[in-house]
């Protein structure tokens, strides 16, 4: 291999510390070579050698790459439906740098390890961009697919794999060989770095397999060498590289990519203007700074219809408001003066026409990152998209230091806080989300408010808080955009200019948390005029709640058309809940906390599995979906057929039960009797939607697959190149099911006897 120039500045600081850390570095052929020699450093432990739970990659992020991979998954399933089985979403395509095992207690040394090695990585490029290029593929003994990735200097990738290896086994994390096999001994110095990524695997759909039949059918699956030859060196794509990241091999992020530990940047190439106008015609690797670009770009009247020189980058997602928020609004009277002197007035066209300027195949392609961009590069873009998308639907919850961190409000988030400050009214929530969406007349937001601005956000009137909604989005989309609030969550006001706002706004999910017992008179009446609610989240009681008939007063107030009730964080348990109340229109309640521990502690409303057989009520017939808490606080004396037979005597109408499951630290898989009772629900005719596990990185993988192989839908797991989502049914996104059918009276009669 030739000799590749040491990065810009010649032997700077970067070489030098690569020279100190390594003692310099040469090639198998006696040339210079800017991959570092390594160091030989104490091997893993005996109880490190395990399976690895954390790896270091970069992720593939370059549509052009995507759809290349996309292509070749089809032509593999259209040869063999079984490998549609087989397929890694393209969400989670990455090249992996590093491989290691991190136990939860030493999370944030492996941290520390990281940002160590980006620090020598950054100083090694000295600044010089690192460019991805995407090439050929090649086989795993033919069940694994991947595609070979290298960088432009070829060297540069196998540079950061030795420095990030050193930087992880100095601070005494195991490091597993290219082969992912086995781990690196002490005295042994790795192979040659071979970077790829892999798009389809055979033993991911044999982990998931529900048969031995059909285990032995995918393990028969295997890609032979003539299905290789005609793309062996074909050329998928290229992309630069703004970062790579410590991530988590179980559980996933918002969107749909592994969850992110530490996320390091790397040196970026400058452009003007122009070049990223050629840049997104091309290989659109600068797709991130486009849009960032894009995002509050509104073309002036002199712009020329390919004019790509549109405004500078806004960072952030946040919108701060002046002393009236409603000045923000596009609509108003000052916004509009303001926007007709930048721009003349835009010629608005009917949606059809709009549309078919782009033509059928290509509307339905477009995302709404897409969109942005369109909207930047000309006038006409910018009235094609104003045109065409007409509306939003948005979900507004609000974050702070007390208030619950996601949209699920879960049981499980109970020790997880929202880390923001609160100095920002609303923000625009899983951006990356958000642009990935089918671009079309209707779009899907979901947005973040303080906890401490809500009477700022909701006090100035619906059309304040439609202005502030408008204020995060992009700013091709705010003009005439129609805005309707989806649901609201977290409320913890209720004075009259909040409750007058929700009431206008007539959401279809409402929940507040953390009312007093003085407030909710409040929350009841506000509750009386949700005429289109159809689900309710009461969070967090003040410990003055503490007795659940309190809530009688709560259900005799529901709006007639709400479907589900979801009581979470209760400060008692529901042993007295009023059922009696519920109307017929309610057919989904939770949630039950059953032997959940936070911290060492009992849950708040949790009860042991004792009480709930002997003072929880039975539910009314009408009550189909049910949400509950497993933890692990004591020991569940119970068999799994007994739990399932208890939870249908109690909700005898039970058609779903919704689980999220909870071990602590200390707690084995075999300590608890979650996946048999999935097993005796599915097969009694009762659908189990897991929605979320908690519980060691070495536990999740085995309690996901083999839940799933008991018939229970898990959240997140990976279907073909989907991700199942199974969310609570207070989430916005929850697909109700449409006709239920509830037991039999012989069923039901059967088991009140058999637990009288």
């Known amino acids: 291999m030739a000799a590749v120039p040491p990065p810009r500045g010649g032997r700077g600081e970067g070489e030098r510390q690569l020279q100190g850390s390594y003692g310099g570095s040469s090639s198998s052929s006696g040339g210079s070579s800017i991959c570092p020699k390594w160091q030989r450093l104490p091997g893993p432990s005996q109880r490190d050698r395990r399976g690895p739970t954390h790896f270091v990659a970069i992720r593939i992020v370059s549509r052009e790459i995507l759809r290349c991979l996309q292509q070749l998954q089809q032509w593999f399933v259209a040869k063999d439906p079984l490998f549609e089985r087989c397929l890694v979403p393209l969400k989670r395509l990455h090249t992996a740098l590093l491989l290691t095992s991190i136990e939860d207690s030493r999370l944030n040394e492996a941290r520390v390890a990281c940002a160590e090695a980006a620090r020598s990585i950054r100083a090694f490029l000295g600044g010089q961009e690192v460019r991805l290029v995407v090439s050929g593929i090649g086989t795993f003994g033919g069940r694994v697919l991947f595609a070979r990735v290298r960088t432009e200097p070829p060297e540069l990738l196998e540079a950061m794999h030795h420095l990030l290896s050193s930087s992880f086994r100095r601070h005494g994390f195991p490091v597993v060989d290219e082969t992912g096999q086995a781990w690196l001994q002490g005295s042994e110095a790795p192979r040659q770095f071979s970077a790829h990524a892999c798009f389809l695997k055979v033993s991911r759909a044999i982990v998931h397999a529900r048969s031995d039949c059909e285990k032995r059918a995918l393990r028969g699956l295997q890609v ?43 040196p970026r190439a400058k452009r003007g203007a122009a070049e990223h106008g050629a840049a997104d015609g091309g290989n659109e690797e600068d797709l991130a700074e486009a849009l960032e670009a894009a995002w509050a770009a509104q073309p002036g009247p002199d712009s020329e219809q390919d004019d790509r020189s549109c405004g500078g980058p806004e960072k952030s997602r ?36 709009c549309l078919s300027l782009l033509g059928a195949d290509v509307w339905p392609n477009l995302t709404v990152g897409d969109l942005v961009r369109l909207a930047a590069a000309s006038r006409d873009g910018l009235a094609l998209v104003r045109s065409a998308v007409r509306r939003a639907k948005v979900v507004l919850f609000s974050v702070g230091q007390s208030s619950s961190s996601s949209w699920e409000g879960s049981c499980s988030d109970w020790d997880r806080r929202g880390s923001d400050d609160g100095d920002w009214p609303v923000e625009l929530r899983c951006v990356e989300v958000f642009l990935s969406q089918t671009g079309g007349p209707e779009v899907f ?15 100035s009137g619906l059309e304040g808080l439609q202005a502030a909604v408008r204020q995060a989005l992009p700013a091709c989309l705010r003009a005439g955009l129609e805005v309707e609030v989806e649901a609201v969550r977290n409320i913890c006001s209720m004075s009259p ?42 969070a967090w009681t003040d410990s003055d709640v503490d007795d659940a008939a309190f809530f009688a007063n709560l259900l005799e107030a529901l709006p007639p058309l709400v479907q589900g009730l979801d009581f979470q964080n209760l400060g008692c348990p529901l042993t007295d809940f009023p059922v009696a109340l519920l109307p017929e229109a309610c057919v989904a309640f939770g949630t039950l906390v059953l032997q959940r521990d936070v911290n060492g502690c009992s849950a708040r409303g949790s009860m042991c599995f004792g009480d709930f057989v002997t003072t929880f009520p039975r539910f009314p017939r009408h009550v189909t979906i049910v949400r509950a808490s497993l933890g692990t606080e004591g020991h569940w004396a119970f068999s799994a057929q007994a739990i399932a037979d208890v939870f249908r005597a109690k909700f005898p109408g039970l058609l779903v039960l919704q689980l999220e499951l909870s071990l602590r630290h200390s707690a084995a898989t075999n300590d608890v009797p ?11 005719g009762v659908r189990v939607e897991v929605t979320n596990i908690r519980c060691r990185a070495v536990q999740y993988e085995f309690l996901r697959a083999a839940l799933t192989h008991a018939g229970a839908a898990v959240h997140l797991v990976e279907d073909g190149t989907e991700v199942s989502c199974n969310y609570p049914f207070s989430h916005p996104r929850y697909d109700w099911p449409k006709a239920p059918q509830p037991l039999g009276e012989l069923q039901e009669t059967q088991l009140i006897n058999e637990f009288s």
């Open 318 to 353: 946040r919108v701060s408001f002046a002393s009236d928020p409603a000045a923000a609004s596009p609509n108003r009277a000052s916004s509009s003066a303001q926007l007709t002197s930048v721009q003349p007035p835009l010629p608005q066209r009917p949606v059809a026409s």
């Open 445 to 459: 937001a979901e947005l973040g408010f303080a906890e401490d601005a809500q009477e700022e956000l909701f006090g």
């Open 674 to 684: 979650f996946v048999d009772l999935a097993r005796a629900l599915v097969e009694a």
């Open 224 to 266: 032979s060498e003539g299905d290789l030859s005609a793309c062996r060196k074909t050329f998928l794509g290229a992309q630069s590289c703004i970062d790579f990241e410590l991530l988590a091999m179980t559980g996933s992020a918002s969107d749909g990519y592994y969850p992110r530990m530490q996320v390091e940047g790397l």
């Open 497 to 538: 200019s909040v409750f007058q706002t929700i009431r206008a706004a007539q959401p279809r999910i409402v929940g507040i948390e953390g009312l007093a017992a003085s407030e909710t008179l409040d929350w009841i009446s506000c509750a009386r005029h949700l005429t289109s609610a159809r689900v309710l989240v009461h």
